[in-house]
């Protein structure tokens, strides 16, 4: 069990550090494509990943259970992601950088409602605070908070949409399916709800999107975004769902913003400030107080 628990720990760990670095990733490819472009070609890059990885069908499912599925795929796969990159387009990056951080207090409270689970103990709140003070140091980093309603709206919406997230995949974990194949049958159900928004947003039909396959740069990225953000990532992130817990696993999104700040620095050489690194610091210490006070954070 406690080994179960590291290795969980790890993938939670190694998860969050890839998801970190998808922005640069992203970054890059948005000079070619379209925000739902990438998207859409990211999860179908994993879908085909899985399939390749595990051809085997998911046999034995209930319509319960389809409908938890078909559930998860709709709030993890498109309308988070959805959510998120609308409100990038209509507020500050600083303030969804914030806003999504609040994801694991609202997996706690959900996890507590539908799972039954017990109360997360006053540490995971406090750890919740301190972690908060560090994301809002790292993301503002002196600047004065701009609030913009309506793109702050959509940034909290995904929030509330991710920890629904958090606990269909606990309760999906019970099924005793493969993680893998649960992912892959997600990832179907994802891009399932996805296809009507791609008419919406820019999809666009004249195929000009190619040339982005046939570019290194681009399809290197598209890569790293399908197989290693998406496929590995998610199968990592729903088994330590899986052995530590939604609530648990949700406060590594706390790293997120530090990740964020190692690769800013290495890959595009900006700026560390003093700043920064408090924020740093209050992260790392929120986060240890969210596991229950205890060090042995890995």
């Known amino acids: 069990m406690k080994n179960s628990q590291t290795i969980g720990r790890l993938c939670a760990l190694f998860t969050i550090i890839i998801w970190g670095t998808t922005f640069i990733s992203t970054k890059i490819l948005l000079t070619d494509l379209q925000p739902v472009e990438i998207l859409f070609f990211r999860f179908a890059i994993g879908l085909s990943a899985l399939w390749l990885i595990c051809p085997e069908w998911l046999k034995g499912t209930s319509r319960k259970q389809e409908l938890i ?31 999504i951080s609040v994801a694991p207090f609202f997996t706690a409270v959900f996890s507590t409602l539908f799972l039954k689970e017990n109360k997360p103990p006053v540490c995971f709140y406090l750890g919740f605070v301190v972690a908060m003070a560090g994301i809002a140091l790292i993301s503002f980093n002196g600047s004065s908070l701009k609030l913009n309603p309506f793109g702050d709206l959509l940034a909290l919406l995904a929030t509330v949409v991710w920890a629904f997230y958090s606990v269909w995949t ?3 974990s019970g099924f005793g399916f493969s993680t893998i194949l649960t992912t892959r049958r997600v990832f179907f159900y994802g891009i399932l709800f996805m296809l009507p928004a791609l008419f919406l947003l820019d999809f666009r039909l004249d195929l000009t999107w190619i040339a982005s396959f046939s570019n290194p740069v681009d399809l290197g990225n598209l890569l790293y975004l399908g197989l290693g953000a998406s496929a590995l990532c998610f199968v990592a992130w729903n088994y330590a769902v899986k052995v530590l817990g939604a609530v648990k696993t949700s406060i590594y999104i706390y790293m997120v913003p530090v990740i964020t700040v190692a690769t800013s620095a290495i890959i595009l050489h900006e ?3 003093v700043l920064m690194l408090v924020g740093t610091f209050l992260i790392l210490a929120g986060l240890i107080l969210s596991e229950n006070g205890r060090f042995n954070v890995i």
């Not at 992601?81 to 507020?91: D, K, Q, S």
């Open 271 to 273: 700026q560390i400030t």
């Open 170 to 172: 606990k309760k999906i």
């Open 69 to 99: 599925f078909a559930g998860a795929g709709l709030c993890g796969i498109c309308l988070y992601y959805l959510l998120e990159n609308i409100a990038l387009t209509c507020t500050l990056a600083s303030n969804v950088g914030v806003i």
